[in-house]
């Protein structure tokens, strides 16, 4: 065996416990985020609670923001893997309930999820995740339109696959600010207002109905 595969083996083990280590980091962080907020959350607390010194959390993660935007990174990809999977399985009407349901559950009971993207606007480091998400979905949603309603232009289909995401993002985030009992009725109104606009859409269109 050659030096180099010596070093290679030698190598593997510390990278896997590294990637461990800020797992087992952002998993504490997430509890206390949630538990606590943004603004009360400290490296310190974060150290404390992941057993290991200051100093050693500060070579994983420079700052605060880099932890949070690390969980924020998680949450969306989480988020998009989800709406892939859907995509590919739902038509029109069974994609809206399931897409809004999957969706409004997540961002009620993820860890952290709240309490992290309350604070978007103040973020910068999450403005930009936000957006990259935001065009992320549009070009699934995009395909997915593209494949139901062929005969829909391509200036009504994109701009209808980033207003979707936008518009729905920002409700359900206002709905889980809401007790349980007003947030049912404000995700079961989206879905009507969805269903609402997808079908006066196909429809001046002359592509049909959504089923």
Not at 71 to 95: F, M, N, T, W
Request: charge should be negative.
């Amino acid at each position: 065996m050659s030096d180099s595969d010596n070093l290679a083996i030698r190598r593997k083990p510390v990278q896997a416990r590294s990637r461990e280590r800020v797992d087992s980091i952002l998993t504490h962080a997430t509890h206390i985020i949630n538990d606590n907020g943004v603004d009360a959350t400290s490296m310190s607390a974060i150290a404390r609670s992941s057993s290991m010194s200051l100093a050693s959390l500060y070579r994983y993660f420079p700052n605060k923001s880099s932890i949070i935007r690390a969980i924020a990174e998680q949450h969306v990809e989480k988020l998009e893997q989800v709406l892939r999977e859907q995509l590919s399985e739902d038509g029109p009407v069974e994609i809206i309930n399931t897409v809004l349901d999957i969706y409004y559950q997540f961002y009620r009971d993820e860890p952290a999820y709240k309490a992290i993207w309350s604070g978007v606007e103040a973020m910068p480091e999450l403005q930009a995740l936000d957006l990259r998400e935001l065009y992320s979905n549009a070009e699934d949603i995009d395909r997915f339109l593209a494949r139901q309603y062929p005969q829909l232009g391509e200036t009504e289909r994109r701009s209808a696959s980033l207003m979707l995401p936008r518009t729905c993002g920002s409700m359900l985030r206002l709905a889980v600010t809401m007790p349980d009992d007003e947030a049912v009725l404000l995700v079961d109104e989206l879905k009507r207002m969805v269903r609402a606009y997808l079908f006066s859409l196909v429809n001046e269109k002359g592509s049909g109905s959504l089923s």
